[in-house]
């Protein structure tokens, strides 16, 4: 079964002194012609541009079925309160992770919980499957419960969207995460894993990547206009 997605918010990795920008990839997936799911929501200063593109698609927040969190991190989960009526797949050990973040993870987004609380929350773990030809699978290492979505697209090319376990090529390149929360081990772990099952890779925080010829390759620049008001 093939499934179409596209880019619905397009991340980058740009930084600048004292933090980052933390655009992240959110991607609209559709499991048929009629079942949106949503992979990631990123956070407040996208807001506008995830409504707009959500408009562009005929599709309303209200109307989205399914929320597919990679990770809890602020930057990928902070407009969960405009889906009030999707059913939010997150992993239990990211809920438990979420509760009790690493001391120097100040990523955590305030009230997470309380705002899963009040969603239809499908707790996850390891591996399995969300929909017809959608499936979740375990990636620790930038926090111990990611996760990341699999599924063959109608060119036949196995796609990984890899949220933060992945955030760019250089983390595929030298197979381990420049920010981990869990353990270094697992994080390389997720990565190999993630590049021997994927054709094409969604990282969290870049272009697509393409495998050619043996190698991990883009094709697309990660535009980011500003506007001085």
């Known amino acids: 079964m093939s499934i179409r997605y596209e880019l619905l918010l397009r991340g980058n990795n740009l930084s600048f002194t004292g933090g980052f920008f933390g655009f992240c990839n959110v991607v609209l997936v559709w499991a048929d012609d009629r079942t949106p799911l949503l992979f990631d929501t990123g956070h407040f200063c996208v807001r506008p541009g995830l409504l707009k593109g959500l408009a562009a698609r005929g599709l309303e927040p209200a109307a989205i079925p399914h929320v597919f969190m990679s990770h809890l991190h602020f ?14 797949w997150v992993s239990r050990e990211e809920m438990d992770y979420a509760a009790r973040p690493a001391p120097n993870d100040t990523s955590i987004p305030w009230k997470i919980h309380e705002l899963l609380a009040e969603r239809d929350v499908q707790a996850i773990s390891g591996d399995g499957a969300v929909l017809p030809g959608i499936e979740h699978f375990a990636v620790p290492g930038h926090t111990p419960g990611s996760q990341a979505l699999r599924f063959t697209d109608p060119e036949g090319r196995r796609v990984v969207l890899a949220g933060d376990a992945i955030k760019y090529p250089k983390e595929v390149i030298a197979e381990g995460s420049d920010l981990v929360f869990d ?9 190999r894993n993630i590049c021997g099952q994927a054709d094409v890779i969604v990282p969290g925080h870049f272009s697509q990547l393409f495998r050619r010829n043996g190698r991990w390759l883009w094709d697309e620049a990660a535009p980011l206009e500003l506007l001085v008001r």
Do not use: M
């Not at 353990?183 to 990565?191: D, K, M, Q, R, V």
């Open 75 to 88: 930057d990928h989960s902070h407009n969960l309160d405009l889906f009030p009526n999707a059913k939010i």
């Open 183 to 191: 353990t270094a081990a697992n994080a390389t772990a997720s990565i």
